[in-house]
């Protein structure tokens, strides 16, 4: 009986081979140290500043469709996308162009950010990104990356108050 199911364990995984060799799997870390963000209708007019990065993607290869995220933070505020689907229409090429949307969150550090007096201090909005990959040597990248995000202005997800943010980055990744 010992015999059958090593045999059967066997033929499963000749089998099941060939079937995962076409579905590869890519999970890929950014870092970008070199960045910038310039918020609009913020409680004092603007705000801007330098800021940092760390993002994540996860596609399947020769996939039109990846899924990624990221958070930005500086002294003023800190941004994070949980999931953004991204179009990327050369997939494999070594010059990768893709374009997003992704809801967002913010969270202001300082007053000069929040409009509100009391505000719980978390903002949801929607995100549109453009990044360009550029392929290096075995899975590293350089990757450069931008950022439209549209932020309510109240505790409300939805009120008619907004506040925009503009943000670029430019920094390394590596897949997995």
Do not use: D
Request: with cysteine.
């Amino acid at each position: 009986m010992r015999r059958v199911w090593v045999v059967l364990v066997f033929c499963l995984g000749g089998l099941a081979g060939p079937a995962w060799a076409g579905h590869a799997q890519s999970l890929s870390i950014t870092f970008s140290p070199v960045g910038g963000f310039l918020l609009t209708q913020a409680a004092e007019g603007k705000a801007a500043g330098y800021s940092v990065e760390v993002g994540w993607s996860y596609r399947r290869t020769h996939a039109l469709v990846e899924v990624g995220g990221h958070v930005a933070s500086s002294w003023v505020l800190t941004t994070a996308t949980p999931v953004s689907v991204r179009f990327t229409p050369l997939r494999e090429a070594r010059l990768r162009p893709s374009l997003g949307l992704g809801a967002s969150f913010l969270i202001p550090h300082v007053r000069a950010v929040s409009r509100q007096e009391g505000h719980p201090g978390l903002l949801v909005g929607l995100e549109l990104s453009a990044g360009l990959e550029l392929g290096l040597a075995e899975g590293w990248f350089l990757s450069s990356e931008a950022y439209y995000q549209n932020f309510s202005a109240q505790p409300e997800p939805l009120s008619g108050e907004r506040q925009g943010m503009s943000s670029v980055f430019l920094g390394m990744g590596f897949r997995l």
